[in-house]
């Protein structure tokens, strides 16, 4: 597989290995997107007690209001944050 490939491959399995603890296996529910934030982007995104910072984040993440974040709302918040970081690593240059 090319480096986009497992790249790809990644981020399918991470979403898999939260999803359906609590329910649906192709959404994250709050909790499960809270323990997804803390155990894979650290402090990167923000404080994983933060309760407000993380409503903030599901809320803005789950774009049709189904209270839950599908695969498309996850990919959506990865691709913003990979684009983040290669604009603040550009600009370091």
Known sequence: MSDIQKAMALLI???DKYSGKEGDK???SKEELKDLLQN???EML???????AIDRIFND????KSNSVDF???VRMVCCL???CHE????KK
């Not at 923000?46 to 407000?52: H, I, R, V």
Request: hydrophobic share 30%.
């Open 82 to 84: 990979t684009e983040m």
């Open 72 to 74: 498309g709302e996850f």
């Open 40 to 42: 894979e982007f650290g």
């Open 26 to 28: 192709n959404t994250l």
């Open 88 to 91: 603040y690593f550009v600009s």
């Open 61 to 64: 993440l789950d774009r049709d």
């Open 13 to 15: 399995s991470t979403f």
């Open 46 to 52: 923000c404080k994983s007690n933060d309760k407000a």
